[in-house]
């Protein structure tokens, strides 16, 4: 974390009305066993209240929260004759991820320990696990109950729910949010009158209220609607990365933008940043030479508003990704698919993240009637590209759209990739694919038929599609999972 994060982090926590069960205050109190109750206690407390990270702060007074600095280094203390902090990871059980920081505010020292949430088992200290009531430190084994919530907790869903600021006045949730964008994305109205919006944000749910009359913004509100996602500490990572390259590898990159705005209203802007930086191609249409956008413009929407809803929000350390090269664009986001890549085009969707996905569906940003995917590859079949590829890496998903290409420019894998999703797109419009479709996909001449024979029988090959009717060259085919779930086409 840069000095800066730490300070907006410090100001937040500051801004709380006194200790909560997810971090702590100390001066100058340093005992490496308790510390390591701590981790575990407000690791297993972030999980419960749905925090990304729990904190342990030392510099400041914890009874009237003043900055007043410490002696401790975490960077030097010790257990013994080791390092504390190689120490301390090998007394946690399961291993997570914890950071230490030290920096100055006005001249004095404060060092901070975070810890990640505990992620469906509860974190324990040299074989005892703990948890926080109010401020003190109490054994999860005296709270079955308790110890059984971390272990059923289904942390991504909990990450949209969890509070990005709160104890805010209207006021505050007025500076922080983009309400203007709120009715405009809408199409609304927009309300000039402050008691209206909160009371229009309360209604559709964009923020809650307290009992003690303060507000509260949860985290898929703030990604989406932010005026600045750096002024939510643990949601800054989660902007948007874009990168342009020179070339065809990342040797050399032209330009990084990071996402500084909530994923609606900052989409337009980021969409037209790319629209005008990318290639055109020239196409002759009506005996006219037209210059158009190498890549549709609709299927960019739809992979990047997919990259967005469909992060594991609960991954630390990495951004949704744009990276633009000389011949494709990959966008990638964190988190494996809920279901296989090679059922894209055709599975009902399942949402990662509902109110994040709920709320861009409210602004117009995306749908989930799960047309998305089947759009972006139409597109590249109206636009003759080679077919989009989506991987599924060990914790990411990417998408990956090529430049135009013709079809003696494709390889073997290419030409099945593409001839699977053209049997897709052909049997959820209740048709089959054909040698005849195949050619108008490729463009190719009915006299060079043998061509799509030939990949026909690749992908056949492969087993990802098979014979529905077999007739030669007038065969029609289904992708391979039609039989699995016993859909009749209606005869052509």
């Not at 744009?322 to 809920?338: A, C, F, H």
Request: some cysteine; proline content about 4%.
């Amino acid at each position: 974390m840069t000095t800066k994060e730490l300070n907006s982090l410090l100001n937040e926590l500051l801004s709380l009305s006194g200790e909560r069960e997810w971090f702590e205050y100390k001066h100058n109190w340093f005992q490496p066993e308790q510390v390591g109750e701590y981790v575990s206690a407000l690791s297993n407390s972030a999980s419960l209240k749905g925090k990304p990270y729990g904190y342990l702060i030392w510099g400041i007074d914890d009874s009237t929260r003043k900055i007043v600095g410490t002696k401790v280094r975490l960077d030097s203390e010790k257990k013994g004759n080791r390092e504390f902090s190689k120490w301390l990871s090998t007394m946690l059980v399961p291993r997570i991820v914890f950071d230490t920081f030290g920096w100055e505010v006005d001249g004095l020292h404060l060092e901070l320990l975070r810890v990640e949430a505990a992620r469906n088992q509860p974190v324990k200290f040299k074989g005892e696990g703990f948890f926080r009531i109010n401020s003190s430190n109490t054994n999860l084994k005296d709270y079955p109950n308790i110890e059984r919530k971390i272990w059923t907790a289904e942390t991504p869903t909990r990450f949209e729910f969890a509070s990005a600021a709160e104890d805010l006045s209207a006021k505050d949730v007025l500076n922080l949010l983009n309400t203007k964008s709120f009715y405009t994305l809408r199409k609304a109205e927009v309300s000039e009158s402050p008691v209206r919006i909160i009371g229009d944000l309360l209604e559709s749910k964009i923020i809650n209220v307290d009992d003690n009359g303060k507000y509260t913004i949860p985290n898929y509100t703030a990604l989406v609607l932010a005026n600045q996602l750096s002024d939510f500490t643990h949601l800054e990572r989660k902007a948007i990365r874009l990168i342009f390259y020179s070339g065809y590898n990342k040797v050399k990159g032209e330009r990084e933008i990071i996402g500084r705005k909530g994923y609606a209203v900052g989409f337009e802007g980021l969409i037209q940043y790319m629209m005008d930086r990318l290639p055109q191609s020239e196409i002759i249409e009506s005996a006219l030479r037209v210059e158009m956008k190498m890549y549709p413009e609709v299927a960019i929407r739809e992979l990047i508003a997919n990259a967005m809803i469909h992060q594991d929000l609960c991954q630390s350390g990495t951004n949704p990704m744009i990276e633009v090269y000389k011949d494709r664009i990959e966008i990638t986001n964190n988190g494996t698919p809920l279901i296989a890549p090679l059922r894209f085009i055709d599975e009902v969707p399942r949402s990662r993240n509902e109110f994040l996905a709920g709320l861009m569906r409210q602004f117009h940003i995306c749908e989930e009637r799960g047309s998305g995917i089947k759009r972006v590859v139409t597109l590249a079949e109206a636009y003759q590209l080679p077919p989009p590829d989506f991987q599924q890496l060990e914790s990411h998903v990417r998408a990956v759209l090529y430049a135009p290409r013709p079809l003696a420019g494709m390889d073997r894998t290419e030409r099945i990739r593409a001839c699977y999703q053209h049997a897709c797109l052909k049997f959820v419009s209740n048709d089959y694919l054909t040698n005849e479709s195949l050619r108008k996909r490729f463009k190719i001449e009915e006299e060079k038929s043998y061509t799509t024979s030939r990949i026909i029988a690749d992908t056949v090959e492969e087993g990802l599609i098979v014979p529905r009717v077999s007739k030669g060259r007038w065969s029609r085919y289904v992708p391979y999972w039609a039989d699995e779930i016993n859909v009749r086409l209606t005869s052509h």
